[in-house]
């Protein structure tokens, strides 16, 4: 560890962290920090949000005490900084009450440089004694945006952490989050106490993420697809609606011979934690899960994040998306959609029991993710512009690779529009389609609707093609879920240029296409790929030794750069990405002697 009297940041960067620079406004960050400012922090996932609180919280006298919400971030993070050398520590459920004591004892004698804990225990009158007892660098909050309580993932225990703006002024604090629209930062802002703080936006950009929005035929059978030409034998998560999907999901991937796990708050909790660990320390494993996994999730080397139901907005979209190539090396965003996905969100929304102003907050925001779905230009520039950040065009989404062919829609909408307004505003979609088709089903029969006007005017559409033009409908707000539960769609003031012809519509279409990524692609030489394996072998041995995940040791990305370079001797292992002090000294000889074995 470098000297107690004041340690310069980058030092602290270099040799304890592993990095040669500091990225973005990271450097800003810390030294607004480490000056005793207050800071709030949106920066992609990926983006070394961690860093921004670790460092000053070396630099600073005192322990930095850092507020995070699920059990295995905590964890995972003081794993990895063990590993560096770092005094950390947690406290929360799994440890005893002598394991505990232990860590309070060496929290209020000044002994750990960062202490996690759970915002529900930070505000027990039994930790608040504590603070006062010990010796505080610093308040960091991440996932700040819980605070939100119109969000998608608000904790109410969060609204509690104002009592660190009352009783410790003096204390810098800052709160740091991945996803927050202009409505969440102010609610941050404000339920925080944060008026005043410094505020370092970031892009929400994360360029080696590769979007791809399908449309549903046979969801499985696509995932299927998509999982064996592109990502075989990768680490992914798999995020589906039901606990029920989650487990059918899980069992028919094992079938198809893919290591698949499922994860639920309705599993039992050590089954939950068995799976988790099993993904977090295996590699190849597909994590099929609710949105009840995830957050905080610290894997690096997740090369798919795939969704076979929609996401209720662009927030949790964007959240769950950004799990996928922490480590910067190229990842797949998936996501299979259908018209079924918003009926049936919708009515959540409207069976909540929320109250109005919320339930049209929740509406407005799942209009926008299938606003997103049925976009025709970059997927990348739509998201950005969710989040108020202009893009150009990105050259790797599904629109800018395999652009959509579009249809004009514009008379097929009016028809749809005005079978909607005969059949009286309340029939879910299977049954217009039936209408416009001229279909004399029991149900057509018994509503007399083979006698109103729009009656087979749509004999010329197949189903598929009907579908997609309701979607469309929904997406551009003219047509909506009615509220009454069932399914049914209702005209909105929206369909009124429409119906009049002024607006024009078109329908996209396109032949899906994949992208093989040939991972020997990766290596210059065959020589190069045994080295790549023994690396690996290696990682995991250490790994298993010391009961960790691999990527503590050392993530993929410091694995390829020892491929490339080389590296002869200590000195040019402690130049690679990743390596500090301790880590050069714990396993310098180990990785080396496995480079000088191959060449």
Same mark, same amino acid.
């Given at each position: 560890m470098p000297p107690m009297s004041a340690p310069d940041p980058l030092h602290l960067l270099q040799h304890v962290f592993g990095y040669h620079a500091f990225r973005g406004e990271q450097a800003a960050i810390v030294e607004h920090l480490i000056g005793g400012g207050d800071a709030l922090v949106l920066m992609p996932t990926g983006g070394g949000k961690s860093l921004c609180y670790q460092i000053p919280a070396l630099a600073r006298a005192g322990c930095g005490v850092v507020v995070s919400p699920l059990i295995a971030l905590m964890q995972d993070q003081v794993d990895q900084l063990k590993e560096l050398g770092v005094a950390a520590a947690f406290l929360n459920s799994t440890l005893d009450q002598d394991e505990s004591r232990a860590v309070e004892q060496?929290?209020?004698?000044?002994?750990?440089?960062? =202490?996690?804990?759970?915002?529900?225990?930070?505000?027990?009158?039994?930790? =608040?004694?504590?603070?006062?007892?010990?010796?505080?660098?610093?308040f960091a909050i991440d996932e700040a945006h819980c605070v939100s309580q119109w969000g998608h993932d608000f904790r109410p225990e969060y609204l509690a952490l104002s009592v660190l703006a009352d009783e410790y002024p003096g204390i810098p604090r800052i709160a740091l989050t991945a996803t927050a629209d202009?409505?969440?930062?102010?609610?941050?802002?404000?339920?925080?106490?944060l008026a005043s703080a410094s505020q370092f936006v970031s892009s929400f950009d994360r360029p080696n993420l590769r979007y791809t929005i399908v449309e549903k035929k046979t969801s499985k059978d696509q995932l299927l697809t998509f999982l064996r030409r592109e990502h075989e034998g990768d680490s992914g998560i798999v995020y589906c609606l039901s606990r029920k999907r989650v487990e059918a999901t899980a069992e028919w991937l094992r079938s198809k011979e893919i290591k698949a796990l499922p994860y639920h708050a309705g599993l039992d909790a050590e089954v939950r934690t068995r799976n988790q660990t099993t993904f977090l320390r295996e590699e190849g494993v597909v994590m099929v899960?609710?949105?009840?996994?995830?957050m905080g999730i610290n894997k690096p080397d997740v090369r798919f994040v795939a969704h076979l139901d929609l996401p209720k907005s662009i927030e949790n979209y964007y959240q769950e998306t950004g799990r996928g190539g922490r480590d910067g090396l190229p990842a797949n965003a998936w996501l299979a959609y259908g018209l079924n996905d918003v009926i049936q969100l919708t009515g959540m929304i409207e069976s909540s029991g929320a109250p109005e102003e919320q339930k049209d907050v929740e509406r407005r925001k799942l209009e926008a993710m299938l606003g997103l779905c049925e976009a025709t230009a970059c997927r990348r520039q739509t998201l950005l512009g969710y989040f108020g950040e202009e893009a150009k065009p990105c050259g790797n989404c599904d629109n800018c690779l395999n652009p959509p062919q579009l249809t004009e829609m514009t008379e097929a909408a009016r028809k749809? =529009?005005?079978?909607v307004y005969r059949t009286g505003n309340r029939f879910g979609v299977g049954h217009l389609v039936d209408v416009l088709q001229g279909k004399l089903t029991p149900k057509v029969r018994d509503c007399f609707h083979e006698k109103i006007s729009t009656f087979g005017i749509g004999k010329d559409l197949d189903e598929a093609s009907w579908r997609a033009v309701f979607r469309q409908l929904l997406a551009r707000g003219a047509l909506r879920v009615s509220p009454d539960g069932h399914g049914g769609l209702e005209l909105s003031d929206a369909a009124k240029p429409i119906l009049r012809g002024e607006v024009p519509l078109f329908r996209r279409a396109r032949v899906e296409k994949f992208?093989?990524?040939?991972?020997?692609? @990766?290596?210059?030489?065959?020589?190069?790929?045994?080295?790549?394996?023994?690396?690996?072998?290696?990682?995991?041995?250490?790994? @298993?030794?010391?009961?960790?995940?691999?990527?503590?040791?050392?993530? @993929?990305a410091t694995l390829k750069e020892m491929v490339h370079l080389r590296p002869a001797d200590h000195y040019e292992?402690?130049?690679?990405?990743?390596?500090? @002090?301790?880590?050069l000294e714990k396993y310098g000889d180990d990785f080396l002697a496995v480079i000088h074995a191959s060449n």
């Open positions: 060496a929290f209020v004698a000044g002994e750990l440089d960062l =202490l996690y804990v759970a915002p529900e225990r930070l505000t027990t009158p039994r930790f =608040l004694s504590l603070l006062k007892r010990a010796p505080i660098a610093l202009h409505a969440t930062r102010a609610e941050i802002i404000d339920k925080l106490r899960a609710t949105i009840a996994f995830g749809a =529009l005005s079978c992208h093989y990524h040939d991972k020997n692609a @990766d290596f210059a030489s065959a020589s190069d790929r045994a080295l790549w394996q023994a690396l690996r072998a290696c990682r995991k041995r250490l790994a @298993d030794e010391q009961n960790v995940p691999a990527y503590v040791i050392f993530g @993929d292992f402690g130049r690679l990405t990743g390596v500090g @002090d301790r880590k």
